[in-house]
């Protein structure tokens, strides 16, 4: 279970442009719960997530995984337990380096680095069965360079790279958002099959109101750090969508008479 505890961040601390953001924000994730967070700008979604990935630093409180405090853990150590596919294909993979050569460095996440080669091609059988299940035809494609791939293809390995190891937590960091909307509807599929195939614990930020309300068990909205709905299970299968547009449009409105800094 993730659970961020009294939680505070405060940005630009003792200036003029001071802004506090969370003050005592709490949250609890339970074990296999796939969530889903929106909100407009300025309320604090970006921001979760690079907390618990120990991206940003906090002021005051606790970010713990099963019991266990990892706050003032460095984010290349928290990685080892969380995976994280970013909003941009072209981060979190090696352009220059071939397909295998990407997942070798995923498959070695957490292990010492001796003096060995880092590819071990006798797992190129492994690699070859994990991308075909992807089912697009990547297969074929170890020995290609990450940057000749489409976005839609390097998100799609970026999702089984953050995923290779065993981890406790997946962050999805509006991870559809740069791709086109056809491309974009084949990656959540693939992100909610091998949710639920490896059993992971997720919690994914969108703009897209409609993944939201489609996948995952359980939506979050967000607003000035605060959070304003939280639907789970039946509560959430049963949830309107004018319900949710109404409460986001709410929020727009305010983030454009400026009440947002």
Do not use: W
Request: with cysteine.
């Amino acid at each position: 279970m993730l659970e961020i505890k009294n939680v505070t961040k405060i940005f630009n601390s003792g200036e003029a442009t001071e802004h506090r953001l969370f003050q005592d924000f709490e949250l609890s994730v339970e074990d296999g719960e796939f969530v889903s967070v929106v909100g407009g700008n300025g309320s604090g979604k970006t921001s979760l997530l690079n907390i618990i990935c120990g991206n940003l630093p906090i002021e005051r409180g606790d970010v713990l995984i099963d019991g266990k405090s990892i706050a003032k853990e460095k984010d290349f150590v928290r990685c080892r337990r969380i995976g994280r596919v970013h909003q941009n294909p072209a981060m979190g993979t090696a352009p220059n380096l071939t397909v295998l050569e990407n997942l070798s460095l995923a498959n070695n996440k957490g292990k010492r680095f001796g003096l060995s080669f880092g590819i071990n091609r006798r797992r190129k059988g492994f690699y070859c069965e994990q991308l075909a299940d992807l089912g697009l035809g990547l297969e074929d494609k170890l020995d290609v360079k990450m940057g000749a791939l489409s976005g839609g293809q390097r998100q799609a390995i970026s999702l089984l790279m953050a995923s290779l190891t065993p981890i406790d937590f997946l962050v999805l960091d509006e991870h559809t958002a740069a791709l086109d909307p056809k491309t974009a509807e084949v990656i959540m599929l693939l992100t909610d099959r091998l949710i639920r195939e490896k059993k992971l614990t997720a919690i994914m930020v969108t703009h897209n109101l409609r993944y939201a309300l489609e996948y995952g068990s359980r939506l979050i909205m967000m607003d000035r750090g605060t959070v304003v709905l939280d639907k789970k299970g039946d509560e959430k299968a049963r949830l309107c969508s004018d319900e949710v547009f109404e409460e986001f449009n709410k929020m727009s409105i305010r983030v454009s008479d400026g009440e947002l800094n």
